[in-house]
């Protein structure tokens, strides 16, 4: 699993930015950026089609993952999603505006926003979601993947499901 310092961890959650690379000139940084905007609208796209390998995919298989105040147990997320996905009859996501997208290195971006998502299942329960969301992503595999996450809701609203 990749590691990182304290400067992208902070970063991630809005605190001040570590001084931009000098190797990554404007135009380099401004790719990269839109190349994980792509990715991260990609994800959502996908959501929506409640196809969980496509949607795993985008995760690195060392996924950190923080979200209901827990640190996840990522291999075990990985092994309730597809039931969970099963019982889904809708998944319908989008970022809103602004969605922030922190580019910290050639192989480093933090992607934070809010996820809307409005969702359904077999029991005929349907909810909404908004929930805060920091992406850390990297290289991996041929393509941009999430490497660390961090989620939360609006307290008194539920929880994440």
Partial sequence: M??????AVLAGVGCAAPAPSV?????????????VRAVSNEMVA???????DSVLAFYSPNTAYVGNGEIG??????RGAPPRYATYTQVDCVWVDPLRIDVLSR??????GILDC???????????????RT??????????RIVAVHESIKPGTGELR
Avoid at 73 to 78: E, K, L
Avoid at 118 to 132: H, I, P, S
Avoid at 135 to 144: K, Q, T
Wanted: aromatic share 8%; hydrophobic share 50%; charged share 25%.
């Fill in 2 to 7: 990749r590691r990182f310092g304290l400067a």
């Fill in 46 to 52: 996908v959501m929506r089609t409640r196809q969980v």
């Fill in 107 to 112: 192989t480093s971006a933090v992607v934070t």
């Fill in 135 to 144: 992406e850390v992503l990297a290289p991996e595999g041929g393509r941009w």
């Fill in 73 to 78: 147990d990522w291999p075990a997320i990985v």
């Fill in 23 to 35: 190797e990554l000139d404007p135009a380099a940084r401004a790719a990269i950026a839109d190349t």
């Fill in 118 to 132: 409005r969702q359904a299942d077999t029991t005929g329960a349907a909810w909404r979601e908004f929930t805060a």
